[in-house]
């Protein structure tokens, strides 16, 4: 055969585009914690006032300040606060994971229906999107209240907050995705007489998985935040939402602490973002431009 | 006349895009016969393409008659009384090249064993052994549309629509195809209906060349090709094939062909005719 497929950029050597990426993120880190540590000092040493905001070890704590923090006692002869946060964000993950399941769920189903009908779209998707204008935290204590005292554990109300924020964006892209199929392959579906079910199938949903995902990553990070936030009116004192209310009031005498928790609370927002991304990695066989 | 049974009737047919604005086919009368290889040539926005989806029940006619193997457009349709192929290969990026042959007897619910086999054959047809589990992504543009030609005839389809199928392509890739495509032709005895753009191809694969007019489409006249059979690469180089050119040429002139505007739109208003189904 003369002619030669292309092949993979760079496949023969994979350990080389994950080195240069880990390298690079190792340089932008290194990079951002001497901006932080830079600014500090130009802070001190110059005594710069912004308004009444001063930096100091108050409002700027030395990083190797909040990391250290992690693994001193979280009260006096109590456990590390490294061993209070994990447990935090392990209770906080299952409330967002919960919540990501069940919204990305509900998302995705209103995107097939709202896909299958014009009709439908006029009809629901002012309402979808002013659901998103109103703030999570006007939503919230409503959900706790219908959902609390009702034979679902307590965390669930804030699982259906985190729900609340996650479904919006898998919704649209959902309806993007199985929206922007090729004429030309619907043309060629209806030549085989697939029906509908076969067209849903084996064309539309293929074509919206890299729209799914992109929606997928959104709402991940989304849903750890609906988490934390979901938290507070709920009242519930075991996840991250209950700390950082916790360490907020003692704020003024060890700082270092809610630095360190909204530490914890990014990780775990990464590990959710990078959960999707291995997700995606397994499912989605594109042509390796399309993938992001 | 009657012997023979007819793979494609058509009576009177027309079409109207835009409520009754654009007139782009007019009392279209053809009829084909089986194993016959029949070129549509015209100029841009002619109808052509929107004719072969006529007979592919893809589109609506707004009036006439279509009838394929003695059934009606739809009917021949839900029969997979056809296969496909259009200028684009459109392969499913996230399937093999075995899976995308295999598409069709997927949606007809074949057994995998059977598919399987016929897929081979098919990957052999159009010789494209080695590279079965390959993504289109890593196939030359003449080899994908291979895969579609394949993808067309997986399941033995009486009729084979092609709409301007190696136009995307360059002319090296094109005259082989061209030769690929006859010996296809041959081996599976399929009737053939073939949209193109250029005179030389209509000529050379042709049993009958079809010269339809600018807007509205009407046939100005049918160019029987009597070139011998088997064709070759010498096939171009006889006197009879120049003066056939000259035919199909004088044909299109005398249909507007030649001061007809580029890009008329023609793919714009069946692409919004069609919509979100």
Redesign the interface.
């Known amino acids: 055969?003369a002619?030669?497929?292309?092949?993979?950029p760079g496949r023969g050597i994979p350990w080389r585009p994950a080195l240069t990426r880990l390298g690079m993120m190792a340089i932008v880190l290194v990079a951002l914690c001497s901006l932080w540590e830079a600014f500090k000092w130009v802070g001190e040493t110059t005594g710069l006032r912004l308004g009444s905001f001063e930096v100091n070890d108050k409002t700027f704590p030395h990083l190797y300040d909040i990391v250290g923090q992690l693994f001193e006692p979280s009260r006096r002869n109590g456990p590390l606060l490294i061993e209070v946060l994990w447990d935090a964000a392990l209770f906080t993950a299952k409330e967002a994971a919960v919540g990501f399941a069940l919204g990305a769920s509900v998302g995705f189903l209103l995107g097939v229906l709202l896909a299958h009908s014009?009709l439908l779209q006029r009809g629901f998707l002012p309402y979808i999107v002013a659901s998103q204008t109103i703030p999570i935290l006007a939503v919230a204590p409503m959900v706790v209240v219908w959902f609390g005292g009702r034979g679902f554990p307590d965390w669930f109300s804030v699982s259906i907050i985190s729900a609340y924020l996650t479904f919006f964006p898998v919704t649209i892209n959902t309806l993007r995705g199985l929206?922007s199929v090729?004429?030309?392959?619907?043309?060629?579906?209806?030549?085989?007489?697939?029906n509908p079910l076969?067209i849903l199938w084996?064309?539309r949903m293929?074509t919206s998985?890299p729209y799914l995902f992109a929606a997928f990553k959104i709402s991940a990070t989304a849903s750890v935040v609906g988490a934390i936030i979901g938290e507070l009116p709920a009242s519930i004192q075991d996840g991250l939402g209950g700390a950082i209310l916790n360490f907020n009031q003692y704020y003024s005498s060890r700082p270092e602490s809610l630095w360190a928790t909204n530490l914890i609370a990014a990780a775990l927002g990464i590990t959710f973002f990078l959960v999707v991304v291995v997700a995606e990695r397994l499912v989605?066989?594109?042509?390796?431009e399309?993938v992001a | 006349m009657n012997e023979q049974p007819i793979v494609v009737q058509l009576r009177g047919v027309s079409k109207e895009f835009g409520h009754g604005h654009v007139q782009a086919l007019e009392e279209i009368d053809l009829d084909i016969r089986p194993g016959e290889f029949v070129s549509l040539i015209g100029p841009s926005g002619c109808g052509k393409s929107t004719l072969l989806?006529i007979v592919?029940?893809?589109i609506k006619p707004s009036g006439g008659e279509v009838v394929v193997n003695g059934k009606s457009a739809p009917q021949a349709?839900?029969?997979?009384d056809?296969?496909?192929v259009?200028q684009?290969a459109?392969l499913?990026?996230?399937?093999t090249v075995e899976k995308n042959i295999g598409?069709?007897l997927?949606?007809?619910g074949w057994e995998r064993r059977k598919r399987g086999e016929r897929v081979r054959e098919m990957v052999e047809l159009v010789?494209l052994k080695?590279?079965e589990s390959?993504?289109?992504?890593?196939?030359?543009g003449?080899?994908q549309q291979r895969v579609s030609i394949a993808r067309a005839l997986s399941?033995g389809p009486p009729l084979l629509?092609m709409d301007e199928p190696f136009g995307a392509l360059d002319e090296m890739t094109r005259e082989r195809l061209n030769l690929e495509l006859l010996r296809i032709w041959e081996q599976s005895g399929s009737t053939v209906i073939f949209v193109t753009h250029s005179i030389s191809e209509a000529v050379f694969l042709s049993t009958r060349v079809v010269v339809i007019s600018a807007r509205p489409g009407r046939i100005v006249g049918i160019v029987d090709v009597d070139l011998r059979q088997p064709r070759n690469i010498e096939t171009r180089e006889e006197p009879r094939f120049a003066e056939l050119i000259r035919e199909v040429r004088q044909l299109l002139r005398k249909g507007g062909g030649f001061d007809a505007a580029e890009g008329s739109g023609e793919e714009d208003l069946i692409?919004a005719e069609?919509g979100?189904?």
């Open positions: 055969m002619t030669v497929a292309a092949e993979h014009r929206t090729d004429p030309r392959a619907l043309e060629l579906m209806r030549s085989s007489a697939a076969q084996k064309l293929p998985l989605v066989r594109r042509a390796p399309n | 989806r592919g029940d893809l349709r839900l029969d997979r056809y296969g496909i259009f684009d459109v499913f990026d996230w399937r598409l069709p997927e949606i007809m010789e080695g590279f390959h993504h289109p992504w890593q196939l030359s003449g080899m399941f629509l692409v069609e979100l189904q």
